[in-house]
């Protein structure tokens, strides 16, 4: 039971009984594990005991980090994470353990059993147990170092939020919300922050393009200059980690366990994607250009502080869809309220309001899940999704408890960062995105082996079914169910049919702007560069599409650097897959329970019990092909 929202000396108590106590647990299983004869048929389901200790651990103290209003819990949350980090290295590093596990009897496994069993192995192995003892003490030193700059990453992007005082003139075009929402200070200037219910919509509709470029610079220098010597040397840190282990260098290694396999074939995709999405994005670039000279003559090149403002002013030109008009159909609480309405029938669950359950801030909301006329709980999620200052400020699911069937229910939590009142659509398409990650983690909360419990598929994979579940937030149908004006009229499907046509448009811009994204991610690990602005501004003229602001440091925003490395290409990877998932479904009813049912059993809450490209197959009937992908992307 998680404490009152008020009592920080209770939320102390939680921290430390979830934290400390269950590594003691782990450490007193890895005892047991330790001194069993070789051979022993009790050494997996140990190592399973010690996984789910180990998993709780990390859960409380990674989300209490994130999310947890007094700064001084958040601090204990870190310094708990970071025990659990040298645990973890330490764990992995120990050859007695190594043995014990090798030893193992694999006759009359079952095929689960064998996949723990060989992913366990391949984890000691990547972890270095097999070096002498000189290099296996190095390594453990190279993994504790990494986790503290990761943390220390995070926590810059996270505690750096900055402010732009701009005169009152530059909300011209702004909702009217979004100004009574932004009062005047005494001297007649605004505060716009980095928080995204700042920054987006001032981005798309301020008229006043020098207030936007301040904005957007603002933006782009989170955590600077303080991450940049932070990601320099985690850059060293993990290309050594790497190298010790006889990889050629961190992308290998982290591509070892993923879908593409090796660190070459990122490289290979990114190019692939940015040259499929050239003629595309060219095109659109065009338009944007040529409009956004009818206002500036002389301009020679968008920016990325003009372009999201010019977009949504083709949009509403070229095809009619104004954004204004788009956000009064979209109240925050209707669309909460609807993507549960939703997801509930899509995939048999009801969703119990639980309000009064303890929560770390009051915003919070929790709902007890359930499939529908089954007995007992599957498991609880709550829902952190407003801005408030030291909390983690971008969207994502994390872990509170991770499912073990017959032990534990899991416990999910979104965390997000939208305003309380009208939204973009954009931002309920991200809302029914994150919360596709919140549904995996309770729908595969119901493993014997912890390693199998949520969103535990291969990296490149785990974005695949969030994406595909942005497609109900562009459905009219779906649509009309929770989307309705202050009257109670619902959004009219033509008013859908120009938003997604003018969604389309920009499609091309988007993926080579997500080949930047990912090319930082890839080029930075691969090359380790001196001068990392220098460099990223270089990748940025390869591949994206707007010219980058001077003096701007986007590399030391970019949190995905922190846990993603030198992955970032997954999210394009993964929406290959998302299209050819979708194409399974009957556009004519998305609810059509046969498809949706064997979509949830097969795919989500298969969990990692499977390899991902077996799990898409056992859904679709065949491998995954990109065919969905390119037709789309081309169109």
């Given at each position: 039971?998680?404490?009152?929202?008020?009592?920080?000396?209770?939320?102390?108590?939680?921290?430390?009984?979830?934290?400390?106590?269950?590594?003691?647990?782990?450490?007193?299983?890895?005892d047991v594990?330790?001194?069993?004869?070789?051979?022993?048929?009790?050494?997996?389901?140990?190592w399973?005991?010690?996984?789910?200790?180990?998993?709780?651990?990390?859960?409380a103290?990674?989300?209490?980090?994130?999310?947890?209003?007094?700064?001084?819990?958040?601090?204990a949350?870190?310094?708990?994470e970071?025990?659990?980090?040298?645990?973890?290295?330490?764990?992995?590093?120990?050859?007695?353990?190594?043995?014990?596990?090798?030893?193992?009897?694999?006759?009359?496994?079952?095929?689960?059993?064998?996949r723990?069993?060989?992913?366990?192995?391949?984890?000691f192995?990547r972890?270095?147990?097999?070096?002498?003892?000189?290099?296996?003490?190095?390594?453990?030193?190279?993994?504790?170092?990494?986790n503290?700059?990761?943390?220390?990453?995070?926590r810059?992007?996270?505690?750096?939020?900055?402010?732009?005082?701009?005169p009152?003139s530059?909300?011209a075009?702004?909702?009217?919300?979004?100004?009574?929402?932004?009062?005047?200070?005494?001297?007649?200037?605004?505060?716009?922050?980095?928080?995204?219910?700042?920054?987006?919509?001032?981005?798309?509709?301020?008229t006043?393009?020098?207030?936007?470029h301040?904005?957007?610079?603002?933006?782009?220098?989170?955590?600077?200059?303080?991450?940049?010597e932070?990601?320099?040397?985690?850059?060293?840190?993990?290309?050594?980690?790497?190298?010790?282990?006889?990889?050629d260098?961190?992308?290998?290694?982290?591509?070892?366990?993923?879908?593409?396999?090796?660190?070459?074939?990122?490289?290979d995709?990114?190019?692939?994607?940015?040259?499929?999405?050239?003629?595309?994005?060219?095109?659109?670039?065009?338009?944007?250009?040529?409009?956004?000279?009818?206002?500036?003559?002389?301009?020679?090149h968008?920016?990325?502080?003009?372009?999201?403002?010019?977009?949504?002013?083709?949009?509403?030109?070229?095809?009619?869809?104004?954004?204004?008009?788009?956000?009064?159909?979209?109240?925050?609480t209707?669309?909460?309220?609807?993507l549960?309405?939703?997801?509930?029938?899509?995939?048999?669950?009801?969703?119990?309001?639980?309000?009064?359950?303890?929560?770390?801030?009051?915003?919070?909301?929790?709902?007890?899940?359930?499939?529908?006329?089954?007995?007992?709980?599957?498991?609880?999620?709550?829902?952190?999704?407003?801005?408030?200052p030291?909390?983690?400020?971008?969207?994502?699911q994390?872990?509170?408890?991770?499912?073990v069937?017959?032990?534990?229910?899991?416990?999910?939590?979104?965390?997000?960062?939208?305003?309380?009142?009208?939204?973009?659509h954009?931002?309920?398409?991200?809302?029914?995105?994150?919360?596709?990650?919140?549904?995996?983690?309770?729908l595969?909360?119901?493993?014997?082996?912890?390693?199998?419990?949520?969103?535990?598929?291969?990296?490149?994979?785990?974005?695949a079914?969030?994406?595909?579940?942005?497609?109900w937030?562009?459905?009219?149908?779906?649509?009309?169910?929770?989307?309705?004006?202050?009257?109670?009229?619902?959004?009219?499907?033509?008013?859908?049919?120009?938003?997604?046509?003018?969604?389309e448009?920009?499609?091309?811009?988007?993926?080579?702007?997500?080949?930047?994204?990912?090319?930082i991610?890839?080029?930075?690990h691969?090359?380790?560069p001196?001068?990392l602005?220098?460099r990223?501004?270089?990748?940025?003229?390869?591949?994206?599409?707007?010219?980058?602001?001077?003096?701007?440091?986007?590399?030391?925003?970019?949190g995905?650097?922190?846990?993603?490395?030198?992955?970032?290409?997954?999210?394009?990877?993964?929406?290959?897959?998302?299209?050819?998932?979708?194409?399974a479904?009957?556009?004519?009813?998305?609810?059509?329970?046969?498809?949706?049912?064997?979509?949830?059993?097969?795919?989500?809450?298969?969990?990692?019990?499977?390899?991902?490209?077996?799990?898409?197959?056992?859904?679709?009937?065949?491998?995954y092909?990109?065919?969905?992908f390119?037709?789309?992307?081309?169109?």
């Open positions: 039971m998680l404490p009152p929202a008020d009592d920080t000396a209770a939320w102390g108590a939680f921290l430390q009984e979830r934290t400390t106590a269950p590594l003691a647990e782990a450490g007193r299983v890895a594990l330790r001194a069993l004869e070789p051979g022993s048929g009790e050494a997996l389901p140990l399973n005991d010690l996984h789910i200790a180990l998993a709780n651990a990390f859960a103290s990674s989300l209490l980090s994130q999310v947890h209003p007094d700064a001084g819990l958040r601090s949350a870190e310094a708990a970071q025990e659990a980090n040298r645990f973890q290295t330490a764990l992995m590093l120990d050859p007695v353990l190594y043995e014990r596990l090798a030893a193992v009897p694999t006759d009359g496994l079952d095929p689960a059993a064998h723990v069993l060989a992913d366990a192995l391949r984890a192995r972890a270095g147990v097999d070096r002498d003892d000189e290099t296996r003490e190095r390594l453990r030193v190279l993994g504790e170092r990494e503290d700059l990761s943390q220390a990453f995070g810059h992007i996270r505690d750096g939020a900055r402010a732009t005082q701009l009152a530059a909300l075009g702004l909702p009217d919300d979004y100004v009574e929402a932004h009062p005047q200070a005494p001297d007649g200037t605004v505060t716009i922050t980095t928080d995204y219910p700042d920054t987006h919509p001032f981005l798309t509709f301020s006043d393009a020098e207030a936007r301040a904005v957007m610079s603002a933006f782009l220098d989170l955590a600077w200059p303080e991450n940049d932070v990601l320099r040397e985690l850059l060293a840190v993990r290309d050594e980690r790497a190298r010790l282990l006889g990889y260098g961190w992308p290998d290694y982290d591509a070892e366990v993923k879908m593409i396999g090796s660190g070459a074939a990122i490289g995709f990114i190019d692939q994607i940015a040259r499929e999405a050239s003629a595309a994005a060219e095109r659109d670039a065009a338009v944007l250009t040529e409009r956004a000279r009818a206002d500036r003559p002389d301009l020679e968008l920016t990325v502080a003009d372009a999201r403002f010019y977009t949504e002013v083709v949009r509403r030109e070229r095809y009619e869809v104004d954004a204004h008009e788009v956000r009064r159909y979209f109240d925050f209707r669309v909460r309220q609807g549960l309405d939703v997801t509930g029938r899509l995939f048999g669950l009801t969703w119990t309001p639980v309000p009064d359950a303890p929560t770390w801030h009051d915003d919070v909301a929790a709902y007890d899940v359930a499939l529908a006329g089954a007995d007992g709980p599957l498991g609880r999620i709550h829902l952190d999704l407003h801005p408030r030291g909390k983690y400020n971008h969207a994502a994390f872990d509170l408890v991770p499912g069937e017959g032990r534990q229910l899991p416990e999910g939590v979104l965390v997000c960062n939208f305003g309380r009142g009208l939204m973009e954009s931002e309920v398409v991200t809302l029914f995105h994150e919360f596709g990650h919140l549904l995996h983690h309770v595969a909360g119901r493993h014997q082996w912890v390693r199998f419990s949520g969103v535990a598929t291969e990296w490149d994979f785990v974005e079914p969030s994406q595909m579940l942005e497609e937030a562009w459905d009219a149908d779906v649509l009309a169910g929770f989307a309705t004006d202050a009257d109670g009229r619902a959004i009219p499907a033509a008013l859908v049919a120009q938003m997604r046509a003018a969604e448009f920009g499609k091309g811009v988007h993926a080579r702007t997500q080949m930047y994204y990912a090319s991610s890839y080029r930075f691969a090359e380790r001196e001068d602005t220098a990223s501004r270089e990748l940025s003229e390869q591949y994206a599409v707007w010219a980058a602001l001077p003096g701007t440091h986007f590399h030391c925003g970019f995905h650097l922190g846990g993603y490395t030198s992955a970032y290409y997954t999210y394009m990877w993964s929406l290959v897959i998302a299209k050819d998932l979708f194409s479904f009957d556009a004519e009813d998305l609810f059509a329970p046969e498809v949706t049912t064997r979509y949830r059993d097969r795919v989500l809450a298969a969990g990692g019990s499977k390899d991902a490209a077996d799990l898409v197959e056992d859904f679709l009937g065949r491998p092909e990109p065919a969905a390119t037709a789309w992307l081309e169109r």
